[in-house]
């Protein structure tokens, strides 16, 4: 290995490759250590540090998407019900132990149709975020969601969802009381209603709760929003035990929506203004109402035994492997 | 005679014995990780396994590399495992019951669920459908796997809506939970069963200890996130020792077949 390269390395990353070289070292020096994995691990490495240009490019850009993403100018939730639905009546509980202000759910109506609408509230100013829990939701969030949902199926309302959410509220009142299912039960019964479900990721799509509002019959990001399994900071908590690796992880996750739509995971991007959503957020409104519009028509007269398992079979062919 | 330690009490206990004894410890009844292949084995019948989906293999299809690449983590844990992947599926005898069975292994990468794993729960899903046998999962799992970006997310929403098929066909779906189960596991296919069971002191719930106490900045009760907590919260069916899995498995596939 040429270690002259190390020396154009910058530091964020320089530690890692140089604990990851030191270990090597350390493997080469055991006598018949010749596992084919040893081989494999050198070849990687060289391979990264060759490609840190590109990555520090692509890690900065990622970043700004990430800060965007989570820009509290951001237009909210509560800005896209306001600007896009007429008549809009919130509803709340869960009917059996409680409320929760991180998820507003209600029914409203578009071009004269009713749908159900059901979104992460993150808040504004300190003192909102508080009272929201900064979107993070709790189960009777998720169940007050499931209520909403299957009120709309029993009436035949669409489901619209606006995707906001660092994640789910990690806290001992919330794991107490069924976090893991309550979530699980949201994304089941995202598999059995049968009208049709639109889900927008607006800002922050963080793990699984946000997909308890996300099994969408089209899925569609704002450009500048994140979708990941994990928030960078929780995986480099993990994977890199360091905090250093936060921006790192923020690349190789593959957040972004052009992640995301080349991975087949999304159907569509909606494009923000210049610069971000936050710079013209009334404009941004209209764009999500008018993405709306056409998604509900392209649903128009589909039956609900057809809308349902189309979402079994586009969820259920996600994944990429190697079949021998 | 070589001893090992027991990670609760401390007590050392011989490894013969600690083997015979399931790997749970004979002073303390802790229950120790055990391999998806010594589950099996004491699970089903004998010679009665038949495995499928043997012929898929995860990719490193996003070159996800932290301080190793996800590649290299995927041989290492081949290699120190002899498995595929965090989860071995097929068709088995429980008892002379036949059942479609997956058994997670958490020393593979810490059993976590990426595009393999959901697409084995996907096929083993369709396969009891097929035969009109009972699924039975046991889970063991830290959760989604980091390395398959969101699509690792996406196989909570595919594995989710591959067991909700099993359901409608009204075919019994059972889950055992051992330690530990959470994350994107506990968050999909393995609280949907009709019957969930725990084994004893397994961690079961959707964010870890450690996550939870950065978070809320208090200490956590001692037994949080328990099989025994679960239980007294009304989220798991009943708490089962490891050597009575297989005799309650029984039972209950008994009484389904009525």
Not at chain 2, 157 to 171: G, H, L, W, Y
Request: proline share 3%.
């Amino acid at each position: 290995m040429d270690l002259k390269k190390l020396e154009e390395i910058p530091k964020s990353y320089l530690k890692e490759i140089l604990k990851s070289l030191s270990k090597l070292e350390k493997l080469k020096k055991i006598p018949f250590f010749t596992g084919i994995h040893f081989k494999d691990a050198e070849r990687d490495l060289s391979r990264k540090i060759e490609s840190y240009k590109k990555v520090e490019r692509d890690t900065k850009k990622v970043w700004k998407i990430v800060e965007l993403s989570r820009d509290e100018n951001r237009p909210q939730c509560m800005d896209y019900i306001n600007g896009i639905f007429d008549d809009f009546v919130k509803l709340s509980g869960d009917r059996l132990t409680g409320e929760d202000k991180s998820i507003i759910a209600g029914l409203g109506k578009i071009n004269g149709k009713t749908v159900a609408v059901i979104g992460h509230n993150k808040g504004k100013n300190i003192k909102q975020r508080l009272e929201y829990n900064f979107g993070m939701s709790i189960p009777q969030g998720y169940r007050k969601s499931q209520r909403i949902m299957r009120l709309a199926d029993r009436f035949g309302f669409p489901i619209i969802t606006l995707i906001d959410t660092p994640g789910a509220y990690p806290a001992i009142e919330a794991e107490d009381d069924g976090q893991a299912s309550a979530i699980a039960k949201s994304i089941l019964l995202m598999f059995e209603v049968k009208v049709p479900i639109i889900a927008i990721l607006i800002g922050e799509g963080g793990s699984g709760g946000a997909l308890a509002l996300a099994v969408g019959n089209e899925v569609a990001m704002l450009e500048n929003s994140t979708y990941s399994v994990i928030s960078p900071e929780g995986c480099a908590a993990i994977l890199w035990k360091n905090p250093s690796g936060t921006k790192l992880a923020a690349r190789e996750l593959r957040l972004t929506s052009r992640d995301m739509f080349r991975l087949n995971i999304i159907d569509n991007i909606i494009s923000e203004p210049i610069g971000g959503a936050q710079n013209a957020p009334r404009r941004m409104v209209k764009i999500v109402k008018k993405y709306i519009i056409g998604a509900l028509e392209r649903f128009d007269g589909i039956s609900g035994e057809e809308l349902k398992s189309r979402r079994a079979k586009k969820f259920e062919s996600m994944g990429f492997f190697s079949n021998e | 005679m070589e001893k090992i330690k027991c990670k609760n009490c401390a007590k050392e206990i011989e490894n013969e014995i600690f083997i015979l004894n399931l790997r749970v410890c004979p002073y303390c009844n802790y229950h120790h990780y055990i391999s998806a292949r010594d589950r099996l084995q004491i699970t089903v019948d004998n010679n009665s396994f038949i495995e499928l989906g043997k012929n898929i293999n995860s990719d490193d299809f996003l070159n996800f590399y932290d301080v190793k690449s996800y590649s290299v983590r995927l041989k290492e844990a081949k290699l120190k495992t002899s498995l595929d992947e965090a989860v071995i599926i097929g068709e088995a005898k429980i008892d002379g019951n036949d059942v479609a069975i997956g058994i997670m292994d958490f020393g593979f990468m810490g059993g976590s669920m990426g595009s393999v794993v959901g697409e084995k729960i996907k096929i083993l899903s369709n396969y009891c459908i097929e035969k009109n046998i009972p699924l039975v999962i046991f889970c063991a799992s830290g959760g989604a796997r980091m390395q398959e970006g969101v699509i690792s997310l996406m196989q909570m929403a595919k594995t989710v809506s591959s067991v909700n098929r099993v359901k409608e066909n009204k075919i019994p779906y059972i889950t055992i939970i051992a330690n530990p189960t959470s994350g994107g596991i506990s968050a999909s296919f393995a609280t949907i069963a009709d019957i969930i069971i725990a084994e004893p002191e397994a961690l079961f719930c959707f964010a870890g200890p450690r996550v939870v106490k950065q978070t809320i900045k208090k200490n956590l009760p001692p037994d949080f996130g328990t099989s025994e907590r679960n239980f007294k919260n009304g989220q798991v069916d009943m708490i089962v020792n490891r050597s009575d899995i297989k005799d309650t498995l029984t039972n209950l596939l008994k009484l389904f077949k009525e």
